[in-house]
Nanobody
Framework: QVRLVESGGGSVQPGGSLRLSCSTSGDFRSRRCMAWFRQTPGTEREGIGTLDRSYGTTTYGDSMTGRFTLSLDNNKDTLYLQMKNLKPEDTGVYYC????????????????????WGQGTQVTVSS
């Protein structure tokens, strides 16, 4: 059983920063890919980025590079999402997820490829 719990969401002013956490528990031996997604009002869930647990390598969605950074604390089994220069359009629910590694495609930030999800944490960017 794999369990993911997000935390760290809240309200922040435009231009501010937040760090989200995703604590993990359970058997992750077959869950090499970890990712952050978000769902903003009126849109479908979209991928922010992925992290390969084996090598610590990261990938980011096309529009996510620069302001979002994924990192992993192996000792705490926690995945982080550092967000900076936040904008009102970043408002939404942020989710972490995990899945097995794809030998052909690696870790990709595609919703359809992830089988385990947290409950999400709300981020609101407003003045």
């Amino acid at each position: 059983q794999v369990r993911l719990v997000e935390s760290g969401g809240g309200s922040v002013q435009p231009g501010g920063s937040l760090r989200l956490s995703c604590s993990t528990s359970g058997d992750f031996r077959s869950r090499r890919c970890m990712a952050w997604f978000r769902q903003t009002p009126g849109t479908e869930r979209e991928g922010i980025g992925t992290l390969d647990r084996s090598y610590g390598t990261t990938t980011y969605g096309d529009s996510m590079t620069g302001r979002f950074t994924l990192s992993l604390d192996n000792n705490k089994d926690t995945l982080y999402l550092q967000m900076k220069n936040l904008k009102p359009e970043d408002t939404g629910v942020y989710y972490c997820a995990t899945t097995a590694y794809d030998l052909w495609n690696g870790c990709r930030p595609l919703v359809s490829e992830y089988s385990n999800w947290g409950q999400g944490t709300q981020v609101t960017v407003s003045s």
